[in-house]
T-cell receptor, first 119, second 115 residues
Framework: DAGITQSPRHKVTETGTPVTLRCHQT?????MYWYRQDPGHGLRLIHY???????DKGEVSDGYSVSRSKTEDFLLTLESATSSQTSVYFC??????????????????FGPGTRLTVT | AQTVTQSQPEMSVQEAETVTLSCTYD???????LFWYKQPPSRQMILVIR??????QNATENRFSVNFQKAAKSFSLKISDSQLGDTAMYFC????????????FGQGTRLTINP
């Protein structure tokens, strides 16, 4: 299994508070992604990173920011959480070519997810 | 922009039966990859099978196979001899080989295997 962890795994927070979710990988992969999963929508891309300090927006980026200061860590921040951001958040990684762990290119491998509830 | 559509929100079959999940997509790219991911109640996203667009041969992984029709932009998943452990959400996904490898997902099909 690809080495991807997410923390926390569950969080309940109040509207208006800041929240940071962390994704950590041990595969040294270049690309990292944050998705949110909501019923009827599948997974939707929030932000992604194609290298240290290199990030870009996905289709549902409003209200979210990201940072990547090291290859292994990708942080997702909700500056002021809203109830509409209640969701399950997934981190994923991918790379070009085949990495040392045997992961193939273009496939994305996912972390276990974080369930966030904003009350 | 690419889109992926799964027209079957829910399906239910008996154990040991064969079931086919549908997926269509829209893209102007010629080279890309298609995937089926499984999400059991544990919530973990598990890669089931992948298809490279430039390969005409349909991918197969044990009981899982695909019917890839490039001209029709169709990518269905067939599960043979279904098992209770196949109960899960199934997502079809597309990624182009240009740019940042961003996956585009369908809405998902909830599959239930009944004993």
């Amino acid at each position: 299994d690809a080495g991807i962890t997410q923390s926390p795994r569950h969080k309940v927070t109040e509207t208006g508070t800041p929240v940071t979710l962390r994704c950590h990988q041990t595969e040294n992969h270049r690309y990292m992604y944050w998705y949110r999963q909501d019923p009827g929508h599948g997974l939707r891309l929030i932000h992604y990173s194609y290298g240290v300090k290199d990030t870009d927006k996905g289709e549902v980026s409003d209200g979210y920011s990201v940072s990547r200061s090291k290859t292994e860590d990708f942080l997702l921040t909700l500056e002021s959480a809203t109830s509409s951001q209640t969701s399950v958040y997934f981190c994923a990684i991918s790379d070009l070519g085949t990495g040392a762990s045997g992961l193939s290119s273009y496939e994305q491998y996912f972390g276990p997810g974080t369930r966030l509830t904003v009350t | 922009a690419q889109t992926v559509t799964q027209s079957q929100p829910e399906m239910s079959v008996q154990e040991a039966e064969t079931v086919t999940l549908s997926c269509t997509y829209d893209t102007s790219e010629n080279n890309y990859y298609l995937f089926w991911y499984k999400q059991p109640p544990s919530r973990q996203m598990i890669l089931v099978i992948r298809q490279e667009a430039y390969k005409q041969q349909n991918a197969t992984e044990n009981r899982f196979s695909v019917n890839f029709q490039k001209a029709a932009k169709s990518f269905s998943l067939k599960i043979s001899d279904s098992q209770l452990g196949d109960t899960a959400m199934y997502f079809c996904a597309f990624v182009g080989i240009q740019g940042a490898q961003k996956l585009v997902f369908g809405q998902g099909t909830r599959l239930t295997i009944n004993p």
